[in-house]
């Protein structure tokens, strides 16, 4: 071992001999045997404070070692507690890819020749087609699980849900035929690498109608549909996948009506939690709701059976999502948000008493009862939270009308108490304009409500009771 020799005139300076010969030589054996001894005891205590571990990640990519590092932390770190919209991010490359160097998408494992059968065996069920990656958890946490249902062209409104709801979801996801199937694959596919909630949290169930297969089949290219995702533009990517439909798939969605309430029935039965929150999915949470609600949810006390409403609002799209009740509250008095359905159909949502929600305390922050709803009327729907114990949603109202507003018809001949939580609200984009819905809505709802007769009569006998509506 040899050793350059310096006075230590200074910490930057080194005399050198005149000689190169003379520049190096060897230490004396004693500290030669000091230095071996000093070696060995380092090599001990390393040994001793860092066990050399066993290979346990052979064969894991580099993703997932770093989530192993980092638990909890999700992968997709561009897009991580960022607002909507969110930064320009595109996935090109990250898509999961197969051995053979094809992309692998969502719903890779699920065979739809087998499923559940809904009663009439009209619909095929996939429960819990996909699962979030922290889903079991994030219900066990949580006391309140959202669940929701869409249609393959509604689904961009779920980056946002996701985004205000931090907990767990249970999404019911309609597929008329072969070809929504595969945008549905490749659309979940980027909620699913955008946005972490969704990646989390979020559980999809595939419902599809026994004509699946007589529908047409479509192949897509992959490299050009991959080209068009980008994170910060869903309801576009959305778009341009649904393109690939053609006019006969078009055609049976027309003559077929959407089976709303065999969704909703799916998506409830979905949670895991306590509590279920059912929604439509173009139905947006207020910001940070899920931390409010447990808050609430964990000293709640109810007599008898009770529903937590939540109060919805229509928000003019060219306004920014409120962030609490008091920034709503200076949007309805800017004419840019109001109740939901106030102008299209007032008895939808009108027995939650908006006035008296809005004249309620200011400030708020803990959730709390703001009233009780006293004046039931018929046709009333809301939002709202209750131990999935509330009767099924009768899965012979399909399309519009009846849907929901049988259901809560229902459990309030059932003895149904319906309490309005406040600061809480969710929203609806878009103010609603009676003369802008399509002929074909106000057919269905003729439809359905000549099914409302019997239905009406079927729950007097049931409940015994008949409250005069």
């Known amino acids: ?49 860092y066990p050399p571990a066993h290979n346990t990640n052979a064969g894991q990519s580099v993703p997932q070692l770093k989530a192993e590092a980092m638990p909890g932390c999700p992968q997709n770190l561009e897009v991580v507690n960022k607002p909507l919209p969110l930064p320009k991010y595109s996935f090109e490359g990250a898509l999961p890819v197969k051995n053979n160097n094809t992309i692998s ?26 699962v979030g990656d922290q889903y079991a958890e994030s219900s066990e946490a949580s006391l309140i699980c959202l669940a929701t249902q869409s249609s393959v062209e509604r689904l961009y409104s779920l980056p946002q849900v996701a985004e205000n709801w931090r907990g767990p979801l249970s999404v019911a996801l309609f597929s008329a035929g072969n070809e929504e199937y595969i945008v549905l694959r490749y659309f979940v596919t980027y909620l ?56 006969k798939t078009l055609e049976w969605r027309q003559k077929n009506t959407y089976p709303q309430n065999h969704m909703r029935n799916v998506a409830r039965k979905g949670c895991q939690s306590k509590y279920v929150f059912l929604t439509d999915v173009d139905i947006i949470p207020s910001i940070n709701s899920v931390v409010q609600l ?78 009780t709803v006293t004046n039931f009327e018929f046709l009333y729907e809301p939002f709202y939270i209750a131990i999935d114990k509330v009767p099924v949603h009768d899965e012979r109202f399909t399309g519009y009308g009846f849907t929901r507003n049988s259901q809560v ?61």
């Open 294 to 371: 447990n808050h609430f949810f964990k000293t709640a006390r109810c007599e008898g059976s009770c529903a937590y409403v939540i109060p919805t609002f229509e928000i003019d799209v060219r306004a920014t999502f409120p962030r609490t009740k008091d920034t709503l509250i200076a949007l309805i008095k800017k004419g840019l948000a109001r109740p939901f359905h106030e102008k299209v159909f007032i008895y939808n949502q009108y027995a939650t008493n908006f006035t008296r929600w809005l004249l309620s305390k200011r400030n708020e922050t803990a959730v709390s009862v703001s009233h």
């Open 192 to 247: 699913r690498l955008c946005f972490p909630n969704v990646k989390a949290n979020t559980t999809f169930h595939i419902l599809v109608p026994r004509e699946f297969d007589n529908l047409p089949t479509v192949q897509m290219d992959t490299v050009n549909i991959k080209n068009k995702y980008n994170c910060q533009y869903p309801e576009r990517t959305l778009k341009a996948l649904l393109k690939f439909r053609t006019a």
């Open 409 to 469: 018809y229902e459990m309030y001949v059932a003895g149904y108490k319906f309490l309005v939580l406040s600061p809480v609200f969710t929203c609806h984009w878009g103010l609603q304009r009676k003369q802008a819905r399509p002929a074909w809505r106000e057919q269905q709802n003729n439809a359905n409500r000549k099914k409302f007769d019997v239905f009406k009569s079927e729950i007097f006998a049931r409940y015994k009771n008949d409250p005069h509506l």
């Open 105 to 130: 998408l969502t719903f890779d494992n699920i065979d739809l020749r087998y499923g559940r059968w809904d009663s009439q065996q009209m619909y095929k069920i996939k429960d819990f087609a996909v």
């Open 1 to 49: 071992m040899l050793c350059l020799v310096c006075k230590p005139t200074s910490l930057l300076h080194c005399d050198y001999p005149a000689k190169r010969k003379s520049m190096f030589r060897l230490l004396p054996c004693s500290s030669i045997k000091i230095l071996l001894i000093m070696l060995s005891v380092n090599i001990f205590w390393l040994v001793r404070v």
